[in-house]
């Protein structure tokens, strides 16, 4: 039966990058998908192309090519992922002229593009799931729009002999389930086979979560080697069949438990996780140990995909102001909470005007507030004072209100620090599948 | 004792909800789980965080419940002024439940 071995290169943007060229090297895949585009990093790649159109991909992307480049090259690995971001045809020149400066040549590099759809959203007025405004109420403050693309497109890009696929935002177990498609001939509308290569994607987009990271308890949980935590393979059948496993001295471990955290991570029903694939059912999924690192995956299943396809929303949304200071020490806790007392009473005195405002002592209930907090003086607190509004104005008021504690406030404060931050805000909507348009553009190196 | 002795738990995000799963470590386990944390216990629980429905899905092939939870991120991760902002620690406050 045929098989095939997928890589994970990164879970997020800013993701560790030795892992993916020991895959790279070690790992026997034949595919190695870096899954780096977080729902705002989009938005933000959005501003970055509006201010150089020659920009608006990863920042990382070069970084990562150059990494793992020599080992695909030599091992025959081909790279999925969705670092074009805002910009895919940007990043695919780019990807070929990082592939001819290192001395590849032959290189094909595809890219996705016909994610982009803000027009689309405002001059439909579409409905924003959320906030529940009408879009072209919103136009102005809307920067980026990007309906979730499928598996198909990658997997053409695959069938045209693309040694890349770069793409923009793609749902993250897709990118997966492309070179399934592109190796089994699955249609599209294989439903089971779908499905199943779906939970693998799920499995496998946050790459070492599923490997042990974001896992380690000390004394429940203990997992060996996080420092060089390896990223996971997938051992996918032409029947959806699936194990997932790890390059064997790599940290980490893959176990049932590691795999159960990382199934139902973002899940909300089990029985219909949505993508533009396919609606996935993981209701009747098993992990079985194979052996040591190796997890089997049964019991998956799917259904038709949706009509629609999400798209998520970018907008502009006020500032955040921020400031922070902390306290040590006997009566720590009670200089901490009398120093939010007196910011409190500075921001009314100044004027401030915000939409939301929040007085936390990291610590004591920074994390869940004061009712799920358990008390006890801890030896040192740090305050945080935040608030959302409407301007840069207001929100640099908190920071410096904050800072002023230094020679107005209670003794000792010491590293005070603070920040002023405009907002991206997410928000989500649906468009018609037939409104958007996936189409694949082949460099060569 | 605390649910921390006898299951784990990871926490995901997604807009304005967030999801917390509660995996017992032995089998025998689930049942009694299943039967003490209940979404209406949990939307208790988290009472000063979440402001809406708290849903809960059974996966016994798994040994786990999945809790979603409506409202839960101050408005939405991107929005949030939490320091959490994406709710990620909400797991750990979930391990802190007592159950007998």
């Known amino acids: 039966m045929k098989t095939i071995r997928i890589g994970t290169g990164a879970g997020y943007s800013g993701d560790r990058i030795e892992p993916a060229v020991e895959l790279a090297e070690k790992g026997g895949i034949g595919y190695l998908v870096f899954e780096c585009l977080a729902e705002r990093t989009i938005a933000i790649a959005q501003q970055a192309r509006l201010a150089n159109p020659d920009m608006g991909y990863d920042a990382l992307m070069v970084d990562r090519l150059r990494a793992v480049l020599p080992a695909c090259r030599k091992n025959g690995v081909r790279i999925i992922t969705n670092m074009g971001a805002a910009n895919p045809l940007a990043a695919g020149r780019k990807a070929v002229e990082v592939a001819k400066e290192m001395g590849f040549t032959g290189i094909k590099v595809a890219t996705v593009s016909g994610d982009e759809v803000r027009t689309l959203v405002i001059s439909e007025n579409l409905r924003l799931d959320d906030s529940g405004k009408p879009a072209a109420e919103m136009a102005e403050a809307i920067v980026s729009a990007n309906a979730y693309l499928g598996a198909r497109p990658i997997a053409e890009a695959l069938g045209q002999g693309a040694d890349i696929v770069i793409t923009g935002r793609v749902a993250d177990p897709s990118l997966f389930l492309a070179p399934m498609l592109h190796e089994f001939g699955w249609s599209d509308t294989d439903w089971e086979k779908l499905g199943k290569g779906t939970v693998v994607g799920h499995l496998m987009e946050c790459a070492g979560q599923v490997t042990g990271g974001y896992y380690a308890d000390p004394g429940v949980k203990d997992v060996p080697g996080l420092g060089h935590l390896g990223f996971p393979i997938a051992e996918v059948d032409e029947t959806g069949g699936a194990v997932i496993t790890k390059v064997a001295e790599a940290g980490g471990m893959v176990t049932t438990d590691t795999c159960k955290e990382q199934i139902l991570y973002e899940l909300h029903d089990p029985h219909a996780y949505k993508t533009p694939d396919v609606t996935a059912d993981f209701s009747g999924v098993r992990f079985i140990q194979e052996g040591p690192d190796r997890v089997r995956v049964e019991g998956a299943n799917g259904r038709e995909r949706p009509e629609t396809l999400k798209v998520s929303v970018g907008y502009k949304d006020g500032f955040h102001g921020e400031g922070q200071i902390s306290y040590a020490g006997p009566g720590a806790v009670a200089r901490g909470r009398l120093a939010l007392d007196v910011v409190a009473e500075r921001l009314e005195t100044v004027g401030l005007k915000a939409d939301e405002i929040r007085y936390d002592l990291i610590g004591i209930n920074s994390l869940h507030g004061e009712g799920l907090s358990q008390g006890g003086d801890p030896y040192e607190v740090r305050v945080r004072v935040i608030a959302r509004t409407r301007d840069k104005r207001n929100a640099t008021l908190v920071g410096n209100e904050v800072e002023t504690l230094y020679t107005n406030g209670p003794a000792c404060g010491g590293g005070a620090a603070k920040s002023v931050k405009e907002i991206v805000a997410m928000d989500s909507t649906l468009v018609p599948r037939a409104a958007v348009n996936p189409h694949v553009d082949m460099l060569e190196a | ?100």
Request: no cysteine; net charge positive.
């Open chain 2, 1 to 100: 004792m605390k649910l921390h002795e006898i299951a784990h738990s990871r926490t995901g995000d997604k807009g304005n909800i967030s999801n917390i799963s509660l995996i017992v470590y032995k089998p025998e386990d689930y049942e009694r789980v299943k039967a003490a944390v209940t979404p209406e216990r949990v939307k208790q629980y988290f009472s000063s965080i979440v402001t809406g429905k708290v849903v809960r899905y059974e996966l016994p092939n798994l040994h786990a419940l999945n809790f979603v939870m409506h409202g839960a991120l101050g408005g939405g991760v991107t929005r949030s002024i939490a320091l959490d902002a994406h709710g990620k620690s909400l797991a750990s406050a979930l391990m802190n439940m007592e159950i007998s």
